[in-house]
């Protein structure tokens, strides 16, 4: 008998030191090992002859490349069972998911494109992770996470800026995909995911790839004010500034499509807006 599977986000126990790389492995999934193993990627499976229970799958319904992964939730034998594919290792005995691979940066952004598609009350999440080995335990040095419990019918970019605990290093990475974060797992649930990149900007500082969510910023350089625009209108926001460090110099709530942020008693340098976690540009300051 299987006991409930429930995945712990901060459960973590175990890590592999062999070879270090910078980047996300396989990170648009066009490697496959057979049709329900993406390479470099672990996932919840379930093999035991007479019955066999993937959660990962190889799918031609793409955001670019040839394929892309596909997140499904299945039962097993007596109940439902989320989908969840990582780069670390999945335990089903101690219900964690735990490890990951190598990895010494430190990315300001996880990005990616996803779909999603709930048969019920289901939550979608996608959340990466950098840990160290302080030679006792485990510290967690950064990460976040991205969510969602609603349909999404075509591939839509998504953005995770990274949080990080200053002055350590980290020493591995994972990142986790799961078609349900809840404890109610709906059958019919996919989660399809593709074209996974690291961001890299200084101090862990958000800065997404392009203008994908629709926010201009100008002057820019700015000398004594800067002024945010939005394509649509944002209701009940919350708009913040940080400088180089991360630390944060301007946080207020936002309403409407534009808003003036006065700089004029700013230091020259590098700041971010970053709006609900979501939206972020760069801007200098240089009189």
């Known amino acids: 008998m299987m006991k409930k599977i429930t995945f712990l986000f901060a459960c973590i126990a175990c890590i592999s030191f062999a070879g270090f790389a910078q980047t996300i492995p396989n990170s648009g999934f066009e490697n496959w090992t057979d049709s329900v193993t993406p390479t470099d990627w672990n996932s919840l499976k379930v093999e035991l002859g007479f019955v066999n229970v993937y959660t990962a799958h190889q799918t031609t319904d793409v955001q670019a490349g040839t394929y892309a992964l596909k997140v499904t939730n299945e039962n097993a034998m007596i109940q439902n069972v989320m989908g969840v594919v990582t780069l670390g290792t999945i335990d089903l005995i101690s219900q964690s998911v735990s490890g990951g691979i190598p990895f010494t940066a430190t990315p300001s952004n996880l990005t990616g ?42 591939y839509t970019a998504f953005d995770i800026p990274f949080d990080y605990n200053q002055g350590i290093g980290p020493d591995t990475l994972n990142i986790v995909i799961m078609s349900a974060s809840s404890a109610t797992i709906t059958l019919g649930t996919a989660l399809y995911v593709d074209e996974l990149a690291f961001v890299f900007n200084p101090v862990g500082i958000s800065i997404p790839v392009d203008d994908m969510f629709g926010m201009n910023l100008y002057p820019n350089p700015a000398i004594d004010h800067v002024v945010v625009e939005f394509n649509d209108a944002v209701e009940n926001g919350k708009i913040e500034i940080v400088n180089i460090n991360g630390d944060v110099v301007y946080g207020e709530k936002l309403s409407g499509k534009t808003a003036r942020i006065n700089t004029s008693d700013w230091a020259n340098g590098v700041y971010v807006v970053r709006v609900e976690g979501t939206r972020a540009r760069k801007f200098t300051i240089n009189r």
Do not use: E, R
Not at 124 to 151: E, K, Q, R
């Open 113 to 154: 494109y996803y779909k999603f598609q709930p048969a019920g009350t289901d939550s979608m999440a996608i959340f990466g992770y950098l840990t160290h080995w302080n030679g006792s335990g485990i510290d967690t040095v950064g990460g976040g996470i991205f969510s969602n419990n609603t349909p999404v019918a075509t």
